[in-house]
């Protein structure tokens, strides 16, 4: 059964399709509003995604707009029938943040997911007992825990499960595949996952060797979120998290760069699985 639209997606298709049919009739975001008598503030965030559109709003805008295609008119109404709702992380609203909430409606969306991680296993791929012993040194309380683990594991499930998932590429500092987080029988477990992971079709995990040295990103992690029909999005992971996309190409760019670099040091597909299968076996014999 195919599980039904996400409402973050359908807010997304609205986004793009009035932004754009707004930029071809040649209005400001304040001209637009202004026809229609609304506040700007509601048309930039109908404009952002940030929140749905009633059919009747939707239809003002598409006649201000001069959208009279049938079947887009049709498909947009859709989608702004589908647009209201809580998205799927939405239960999780007392562990996520409006950043992060924002983030994970766009990571819904995409298409391609390529990430680097220095130090530990990223949230996509870590196994339940991977993330409490992560998670447990930060003095969070044990419900707070487990809250942050289930919504890391539906996340999991969401973009793995069936083919419906972005293309995602991981590379993982050789230092996140040696740490015993968690101990010898946590860290056995999350290497047989990401060796399962690795497996699949549309999951790409490298391993950037100890001696690849010194590189752009030796301080931190990132995400870089790839899309057919809108800018690349760079997701920097610290504590508050931060996003950009269009807004600041320069910074883009040069995080792409950064990742294309990671990827000519990093083991090859093959050989990062037999490392990571190696490292498996080393810490049984010990």
């Known amino acids: 059964m195919t599980p039904p639209v996400d409402p973050s997606l359908n807010r997304r298709k609205l986004r793009l399709a009035l932004r754009h049919a707004r930029e071809r009739a040649g209005l400001t975001q304040r001209e637009a509003a202004k026809r229609v008598e609304w506040s700007q503030s509601k048309l930039i965030r109908v404009e952002t995604g940030t929140v749905g559109v009633s059919v009747s709003d939707l239809r003002a805008l598409l006649a201000l707009y001069d959208v009279t295609d049938p079947a887009s008119v049709h498909e947009l109404e859709e989608a702004a029938r589908g647009s209201k709702g809580a998205s799927w992380w939405s239960r999780y ?8 909430a924002q983030y994970l409606g ?6 391609s997911l390529q990430t680097y991680h220095p130090i530990v296993v990223p949230g996509h791929l870590q196994t339940r007992a991977y993330a409490e012993a992560l998670l447990t040194p930060r003095g969070l309380a044990r419900q707070r825990i487990g809250r942050v683990v289930d919504l890391r594991m539906e996340r999991q499930t969401r973009m793995f499960a069936g083919s419906a998932g972005p293309e995602a590429t991981f590379v993982l500092d050789e230092a996140a595949v040696r740490r015993q987080i968690g101990g010898k029988a946590v860290l056995n477990e999350q290497l047989q996952q990401l060796l399962d992971f690795g497996a699949q079709d549309g999951t790409t995990i490298r391993v950037l060797p100890f001696a690849a040295g010194a590189h752009y990103s030796t301080l931190g992690s990132f ?13 920097l992971e610290h504590a508050a998290g931060s996003m950009t996309g269009g807004e600041d190409l320069e910074l883009l760019a040069r995080y792409q760069e950064c990742f ?8 090859g597909e093959t050989e990062s699985l037999d490392l990571i299968g190696r490292i498996k076996q080393d810490l049984a014999a010990r």
Request: aromatic content about 12%.
């Open 223 to 235: 995400v870089l979120l790839g899309f057919p029909d809108d800018d690349d999005l760079l997701y």
């Open 106 to 111: 766009y990571e819904s969306a995409a298409t």
């Open 93 to 100: 609203h007392d562990v996520v943040t409006p950043q992060f």
């Open 260 to 267: 294309q670099a990671i990827m000519d040091l990093a083991l």
